[in-house]
T-cell receptor, first 116, second 111 residues
Framework: GAVVSQHPSRVICKSGTSVKIECRSL??????MFWYRQFPKQSLMLMAT?????????EQGVEKDKFLINHASLTLSTLTVTSAHPEDSSFYIC????????????FGQGTRLTVV | KQEVTQIPAALSVPEGENLVLNCSFT??????LQWFRQDPGKGLTSLLL?????REQTSGRLNASLDKSSGRSTLYIAASQPGDSATYLC??????????FGKGTSLLVTP
């Protein structure tokens, strides 16, 4: 099946610093990618929709200036957590579809972010 | 807003048992429903995708059904094995590509 690769899998950073997470579609092009956040024992919550060549669409309550999304190519989307705080510690996971609506969604391995 | 609920939250069964995981959604106007498996600290692995026009899908020991009118889907696992231990998530695609997830069912299959 299609493969989505996410890097890094784990990162620990100091408060106030920024962290970049990459999401790549390895064997297909993705005009749209999705970024989710998952707290322990909780569901995945959509943060934003990343659109190649245009601005991301953020869900209500997600600060676009804090969670910067760039989708510069058809195979790469990045999420940058700026000025990270301990409350940003979470599991971040990206997703992409090989086709359009009604096609299987593939997920990256996730990134465990810990802000100390 | 689409709400997806999964019952039970946790389940422990002995190896070899057949089991059913339940998923319900509030808005029946879905494009599809997808079941995923998530191992601790890992990403999601897609198990089955059921289109809105379909009633069920099967893959190996897994069978997923969909009843749009009642807003329900079930994942049936036959002859469970310890390797099936994981969290199982269901997700409904309503519109705009993104998925709405339930909180998952944590399954433990004991030898």
């Amino acid at each position: 099946g299609a493969v989505v690769s996410q890097h890094p899998s784990r990162v620990i950073c100091k408060s106030g610093t920024s962290v970049k997470i990459e999401c790549r579609s390895l064997d297909f092009q993705a005009t749209t990618m999705f970024w989710y956040r998952q707290f322990p024992k909780q569901s995945l919550m959509l943060m934003a929709t990343s659109n190649e060549g245009s601005k991301a669409t953020y869900e209500q309550g997600v600060e676009k200036d804090k969670f910067l999304i760039n989708h510069a190519s058809l195979t790469l989307s990045t999420l940058t957590v700026t000025s990270a705080h301990p409350e940003d510690s979470s599991f971040y996971i990206c997703s992409a579809r090989k086709g359009g609506l009604n096609t299987e969604a593939f997920f990256g391995q996730g990134t465990r972010l810990t802000v100390v | 807003k689409q709400e997806v609920t999964q019952i039970p939250a946790a389940l422990s069964v002995p190896e070899g048992e057949n089991l059913v995981l339940n998923c319900s959604f509030t808005d029946s106007a879905i494009y599809n429903l997808q079941w995923f498996r998530q191992d601790p600290g890992k990403g999601l692995t897609s198990l089955l995708l059921i289109q809105s026009s379909q009633r069920e899908q099967t893959s190996g020991r897994l069978n997923a059904s969909l009843d749009k009118s009642s807003g329900r889907s079930t994942l049936y696992i036959a002859a469970s094995q310890p390797g099936d231990s994981a969290t199982y998530l269901c997700a409904a695609e309503h519109s705009g590509y993104a998925l709405n997830f339930g909180k998952g069912t944590s399954l433990l299959v004991t030898p």
